[in-house]
């Protein structure tokens, strides 16, 4: 286990009240469901203290959102003086025939269900009556209370390496301590543009330093820069007026789920055999899955646009909170061979992660939200889908004395047709679809020609291995 930081922080960044905004159109909800399939019932006095040492290691697991009445600044985190554990911890058992399809069943009502924002934005619930005396845990939990990398930090600071437990330190006052060292009062308006001004300038006084110096010694190369970032910029905030896919245009707030099981192993050696990274494997299975979906369709398509989340996360920043940028852009779907494939999918991205203005994305989302929150949203309408690629453990982990066997995702659509989400566990890559059900009125197609791009990768794999992709049922 490693040193952690906490976060403490006193307003909704300005990436997250941009996705808050968004919400004004429940299409756009910024909602995250997790699934961990558990080998047995877990224990619910050790599921419970489980919990706790989350709500103390994270102390926006019980604080609310408290929204600016005139709307002109981000919500203010404030502790819940209501706050109930037992509230957001439930238990229940599968009715008959007591299935995974159950479970997907209640993860899309999950998905599909609001928030009450008066209380902290998270719920788990432990769903028991699996065949074979498994359970399941379903987690849901806000956007901005965190994200996949940071998710997976506190569940590896709070679950355990073995089925008898791990020994934690004992609670700490660092959750009942008051941020930045002032009063418990709640910070005002005026603060929070009074912090705001601080930072903007303290920053523009950097980057002016910085680059008054340059421009005296190097005018050319800075001035490229400089128009290099406004482009970048152009780019990363360019209107998108057009859906590319000639299927999937339709939009609703109603979601189904699906998963796929890809070996670890397999699809890294696929990676490698084109010089190229799982994500890259990932992303044209995907690609290859989306093409062969279309042609079942009667439709030829040369590309689609995607969402692609890139992780802004150092090393230094505290854990939960969420902290990444979305970047739109389009990949082909017309090439067949899946090496190629991978080469042109992973130079689209290195170039898109190398983009000058990424960093600068919270600024950026800071401009973004002095616009009305409509134009955004209508944006993303027109991706057709959106795909993240999260690292998760290679060692097995255990709940409350029930070992995890697999470990799904289900990210918000943002607005697309569907989100398809890898998690990769011990041996398998667990991939977690979550569709618009407009969008996708054939979830069970979807899924088999996704599972089928997955083959044609794995079909790259030199060396004998398990190559099987499981549609889970």
Known sequence: MTDVITTNQRYMTQTDFMSWR???????????????????????????????????????????????????????????????LSWHLRRYTLAEPRTWDGVLDFARTAEMTAFDKRRPLWEF????????????LVMKVHHSLTDGVSGMQIAREIVDFTREGTPRPGRTDRATAVPHGGSSRPPSRLSWYRDTAADVTHRAANILGRNSVRLVRAPRATWREATALAGSTLRLTRPVVSTLSPVMTKR????????????????????????GSINDAFLAAVLLGMAKYHRLHGAEIRELRMTLPISLRTETDPLGGNRISLARFALPTDIDDPAELM???????????????????????????????????????????VA???????????????????????????????????????????????????????????TESLADGFRAVLGLCAKTTDTRVVVAS
Not at 42 to 51: A, G, H, K
Request: a negative charge.
């Open 22 to 84: 968004m919400e004004e159109d429940p299409i756009l909800r910024s909602t995250i469901v997790a699934v961990a399939l558990l080998d047995r019932r877990p224990d619910q006095s050790r599921f419970v203290d489980m919990m706790r040492r989350a709500v103390d290691l994270v102390p926006l697991f019980r604080r609310t959102a408290i929204e600016d009445p005139l709307g002109l600044a981000p919500p203010r985190w404030a502790d819940d003086r209501d706050f109930d």
């Open 125 to 136: 619930t432990i769903l028991d009556g699996l065949n074979d005396g498994r359970s399941a």
């Open 252 to 275: 609703s707030t109603r979601r189904h789920c699906a998963v796929i099981d890809v070996p670890v192993e397999a699809l890294a050696q696929a990676a490698a055999a084109a010089a």
């Open 343 to 385: 080469r042109r999918v992973h130079a689209t991205v290195d170039a898109w992660r190398r983009e000058p203005a990424i960093p600068f994305s919270p600024m950026i989302a800071g401009a973004v939200n002095l616009l009305p929150a409509s134009t955004l949203g209508n944006m993303l309408k027109h991706v057709d889908f």
């Open 388 to 446: 993240s690629n999260v690292a998760g453990s290679p060692v097995p982990l255990f709940i409350a004395g029930s070992e995890i066997l697999h470990y799904y995702a289900f990210s918000p659509t943002l607005g697309s047709a569907f989100n398809v989400t890898l998690m990769s566990y011990t041996t398998q890559c667990c991939v977690g679809i979550n569709a618009d059900t407009d969008a996708v009125p054939d979830l069970a197609t979807l």
